[in-house]
Structure formats: structure tokens, C-alpha cells
């Protein structure tokens, strides 16, 4: 409280807090638990912080995000649909959605938007097809700098998928999201980018120690992160059976209890066993 003095007389200002939205309050409530997928996603790779992608793919932590985040992955769901269809109706061929791609040992994966011919000028030749979208700040910045600056997590994903399907050129849709501005750009093929990243993958992969965090808590990244209460708090480990001692990463994306010697399904995985024993890297 701030004591005023007026004359010879003394009173209190007194804070106005804002009213409660009882309506948003009672749908924004709580927030959406995030599956954690079973493997390292291409799109991840590009990204400066390998511990959060090793955490993830040993679901470390529980995650969740709030409803309103909820609703910006599903808008860029129906604007990619959008987009395709546009591509269609105006004569383009796509195919190959959500087609599955996979390195090696089955634990590095990603999915297409699809595969685009028919581009004026170079009908014959098939090119990736990646859609974003991007608020009216980042889809300027964009336009600006390039893809490579922008996002790295994206110039990584592209290269990552060109490379899998012997793909030489890759076209990349940007919708803005606050006007419905498109830009459409055609990226060519770095076999030295494709290269560096899977060694980057399988290097996370088979990390045997919990890489180090890049930064402090006040760290932008770090704030910004989903395993900021892991890294900087102190959070408890999840228990499953990817946190547990007896777990061992085996080939063609499986993994194995060497408790119980059997390998263990996806579903297993999720809710593990009475015999769990945090592993040490964990401690």
C-alpha cells in the first residue's frame, strides 16, 4: 500500500485488481498432457540444446501445455490441409503425406507433408513439400533473413527428409498466420547438412550420460523450455521404463528389460512394472 499525503490529512491508495473472468477461467482451466512420442523426431535435430531432446526421448518428465498452445498445433493442422487442398485445385500433384521415414536403428524418425510435381517451370521434378505457419513478427523475419537464420529446426527437418527420399529440391509454404499471407520458396538439396545431422541424431541417441544444459535458469532458451522445471528445479524423473536401469536402446526401434529379458512394447514402455529402478544417469 502507497501512504499519500494531502494536506494535513493522510490516506490509502488502494490496488485495482482487474475483475475475474469467470468464463475463461473455467474453460482455459488446466492444462493438456502431451504424449511423449517414441522416438527422435527429424524436425528436433535442428535444435540448440541436445539434452532436451535426449530428456524427451527418454521421457524424463511429464509434459503438458496449456490449452491455448493446444490450439495453435491444431491450427497449423488445418492450415496445412488448407494448403494442400489449394495445391490440388490448382493442378499440382500430391502425394506421400505423412509418409514415415526412419534412419537406421529405428529410433530417428520423421513424417512428410507430402511430395509435390507439377511445379511451373520444373513439372517433372518431385520435391518435398513442408508447410508452416508463422505469426505476422516471424513470417517478416522470415522473408527477411531466410529459413536457414529463422529457423534452424526447420532447415535441419527439410534436409533430414530430401536426404531419406533422394529428394534434390524441397518446397517450403509459410502461411502468415494474422493476415493469411503465403510465401512459397524453393530450398535445393546440402548432402553436407543431410551428413552432419544424422551423426547429430545417432550421436544424441546413443549419448550414454545426460548432455549438459546450455545455459542458467534465466537462460532465454531455458525459460522457454518444457524441461525447464527437470533442468532448473529439480523435478522428479518419470517413472517408466525408459527411466529405469534395466532398459537397453536396441535396433529396428525397439527397446529391451534385461529384468525380465523380453523386449518391451510401446504401450509397456508407458506404464512400466513393480520392478522399476531408476537408472543412475537419472540421479
Known amino acids: 500500500m502507497a501512504r499519500v499525503t494531502t494536506g494535513l ?25 502431451q504424449s511423449n512420442r517414441p522416438y527422435i ?37 488445418w492450415a496445412e490441409e488448407r ?24 529410433h530417428i524418425k520423421g513424417h512428410t507433408d507430402g511430395i509435390v510435381t507439377g511445379i511451373p517451370g520444373d513439372e517433372e521434378t518431385p520435391h518435398l513439400l513442408e508447410i508452416k505457419t508463422m505469426n ?22 527439410i534436409h533430414l527428409y530430401m536426404g531419406s527420399l533422394n529428394l534434390q529440391k524441397c518446397l517450403f509454404v509459410v502461411e502468415n498466420k494474422d493476415n493469411e499471407h503465403r510465401d512459397y520458396k524453393m530450398y535445393d538439396f546440402d548432402p553436407k547438412v543431410y551428413t552432419q545431422y544424422q551423426k547429430v541424431g545417432f550421436d544424441i541417441l546413443t549419448y550414454n550420460d545426460m548432455p549438459v544444459k546450455i545455459g542458467s535458469s534465466v ?15 529439480q523435478q522428479l524423473t518419470a517413472r517408466n521404463c525408459r527411466t529405469c536401469s534395466f532398459a537397453n536402446i536396441e535396433m529396428e526401434g525397439k527397446w529391451s528389460c534385461d529384468k525380465h529379458n523380453c523386449d518391451l512394447p510401446i504401450e509397456v514402455q508407458r506404464v512400466g512394472c513393480e520392478d522399476y529402478e531408476k537408472s543412475e544417469v537419472y540421479k
Open 136 to 157: 505476422d513478427k516471424r513470417f517478416k523475419q522470415y522473408l527477411k533473413d531466410g529459413l536457414k537464420l529463422t529457423n534452424p529446426k526447420y532447415w535441419v527437418q
Open 9 to 33: 490529512f493522510f490516506h490509502t491508495a488502494m490496488a485495482l485488481l482487474p475483475p475475474r473472468n469467470l468464463i475463461e477461467e473455467l474453460i482455459e482451466r488446466g492444462d493438456i498432457p
Open 41 to 77: 523426431g527429424h524436425s528436433s535435430l535442428g535444435g540448440s540444446c541436445h539434452r532436451h531432446i535426449w530428456l524427451n526421448f527418454r521421457w524424463a518428465y511429464e509434459r503438458a501445455v496449456p490449452k491455448r498452445i493446444q490450439r495453435i498445433f491444431e491450427r497449423g493442422h
Open 219 to 233: 537462460w532465454h532458451e531455458c525459460k522457454m523450455c518444457d524441461a525447464f522445471n527437470y533442468c532448473h528445479k
Open 83 to 106: 494448403i494442400v487442398n489449394d495445391m490440388i485445385a490448382s493442378g499440382l500433384n500430391v502425394y506421400g503425406r505423412q509418409d514415415e521415414l526412419s534412419d537406421d536403428t529405428g
